[in-house]
């Protein structure tokens, strides 16, 4: 099994977060609270990316069993291939070791970037892939048929994970049920964050509206 599907297995898995508690436990503190200060400065970039350039109004908590497979393999294929090695980087070297707050697309797998280097994960604006589906692949009109891909992020930890869909394929987001136990784990332990508002390039006009999380 390959760490990616075997770390989906464990987030799927019942009692993850007793693991997640028990692993905070014994882990040392300052490499605890490392890690959660990267995952509040990976999720003030994405409430503050989604607001400005998104357009959205609020980040929505999530479980790993309410994202979509696709996403959530593509989200954990990027941590991992970034904690074992196999990522590029940008000239920054961002590193697993130093938590802060990393960058990753769907449509580029195995680059991880700092906030300053997003623009290494960039599409350019209007292109083919910039209007293709990372979910279907189906490569979509443009938003001036009727047709835009949703852009939308994702964060786990410290990675902000980025992502596009055709409308048909957009995620139905299911809000982590429940009162959250501990904010601040929810913030570390889970996806969160999915942002989905315009399609890109609608600058306003055609399906652009709404569907606010
Ligand atoms: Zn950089
Ligand atoms: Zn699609």
Redesign the pocket.
């Known amino acids: 099994m390959t760490p990616t599907l075997a770390l989906e297995q464990l987030m799927l898995h019942p009692r993850y977060d007793e693991l997640i508690d028990a692993l905070r436990s014994i882990a040392p503190v300052h490499i605890v609270d490392q890690a959660d200060a990267a995952a509040a400065d990976a999720l003030r970039l994405v409430t503050t990316i989604g607001a400005d350039v998104l357009g959205a109004e609020q980040t929505t908590p999530i479980t790993a069993g309410g994202t979509p497979g696709w996403l959530r393999l593509g989200i954990l294929d990027a941590l991992t291939a970034w904690v074992d090695g196999r990522a590029s980087t940008c000239r920054h070297n961002p590193h697993p070791s130093r938590p802060a707050p990393v960058v990753a697309a769907a449509w580029r797998p195995g680059l991880v970037a700092c906030p300053a280097c997003a623009y290494l994960v960039a599409l350019p604006r209007g292109s083919e892939r910039d209007r293709t589906?990372?979910?279907?692949?189906?490569v979509c009109a443009g938003v001036e048929h009727g047709d835009g891909v949703w852009p939308g992020l994702l964060q786990l930890g410290s990675l902000i994970y980025q992502y596009g869909?055709?409308?048909?394929?957009r995620p139905a987001i299911t809000p982590d049920p429940g009162p959250l136990r501990r904010p601040e784990t929810a913030e570390r332990d889970r996806p969160r964050g999915t942002a989905r508002v315009r399609p890109r390039g609608s600058r306003g006009r055609g399906r652009g509206r709404g569907a606010r999380r």
Do not use: P
Not at 133 to 138: F, P, T
Not at 165 to 169: G, K, L, P, R
């Open positions: 589906c990372d979910a279907c692949g189906r869909t055709c409308t048909d394929c």
